[in-house]
Antibody, heavy 124, light 107 residues
Framework: EVQLLESGGGLVQPGGSLRLPCAASGFTFSSYAMSWVRQAPGKGLEWVSGISGSGSSTFYADSVKGRFTISRDNSKNTLYLQMNSLRTEDSAVYYC?????????????????WGQGTLVTVSS | DNQMTQSPSSLSASVGDRVTITCRASQDSSNYLNWYQQKPGKAPKLLIYDASNLETGVPSRFSGSGSGTDFTFTISSLQPEDIATYYCQQYDNLPLTFGGGTKVEIK
């Protein structure tokens, strides 16, 4: 059974940093691209960042480019999101999601499995 | 970016009704479109991939159609457990983008 478990969320001041891990199990982690998707309170879904199965290719939404870094440790079956220079508008539930393909947005790409999410609140 | 416009943003229907949601892409997206269901406080769940393919285990009352810029999601007979918000998502190009969501309620 595929399981994705995010952690690391919490309250942080504007300008601060936070690192979100997502522990994966139940599948061959390195064979699938992974993404982070966030949802601000009462709002819709926003794709944040994606990474290929090998970790060699990374992709970002313009809203986080230069501030967030996605990475993965395939030996530990763990996905990460390093968030720096946080802004109040980054407050959201952050989900890690498993893609169906090796590279984000490749043909037949879809998010078949999601974690339960971790809440990040950026506030002074 | 490929903007996804969903309509309506909310709807109220009776149990047993046919419910239809539309999603329009700002760019030709071929059939590179997925549909998700999200219940309050829960993570999204994949229902339809590649515009019309039903995910394993999803009830057959859910269906999708369309290609290019216009897509449709249908619940053939609304059930109480279908109360949720539904999102379309394109993967024709990066950044991946979602529609704004359609909240479905029971009348």
């Amino acid at each position: 059974e595929v399981q994705l478990l995010e952690s690391g969320g919490g309250l942080v001041q504007p300008g601060g940093s936070l690192r979100l891990p997502c522990a994966a199990s139940g599948f061959t982690f390195s064979s699938y691209a992974m993404s982070w998707v966030r949802q601000a309170p009462g709002k819709g879904l926003e794709w944040v960042s994606g990474i290929s199965g090998s970790g060699s290719s990374t992709f970002y939404a313009d809203s986080v480019k230069g501030r967030f870094t996605i990475s993965r440790d395939n030996s530990k079956n763990t996905l990460y999101l390093q968030m720096n220079s946080l802004r109040t508008e980054d407050s959201a539930v952050y989900y890690c999601a498993k893609e169906s393909v090796l590279i984000p947005a490749a043909r037949q790409s879809h998010f078949g499995h999601w974690g339960q999410g971790t809440l990040v609140t950026v506030s002074s | 970016d490929n903007q996804m416009t969903q309509s309506p943003s909310s709807l109220s229907a009776s149990v047993g009704d046919r419910v239809t949601i539309t999603c329009r892409a700002s760019q030709d997206s071929s059939n590179y479109l997925n549909w998700y269901q999200q219940k309050p406080g829960k993570a999204p769940k994949l229902l339809i991939y590649d515009a019309s393919n039903l995910e394993t285990g999803v009830p057959s009352r859910f269906s999708g159609s369309g290609s290019g810029t216009d897509f449709t999601f249908t619940i053939s007979s609304l059930q109480p457990e279908d109360i949720a918000t539904y999102y379309c998502q394109q993967y024709d190009n990066l950044p991946l983008t979602f529609g704004g969501g359609t909240k479905v309620e029971i009348k």
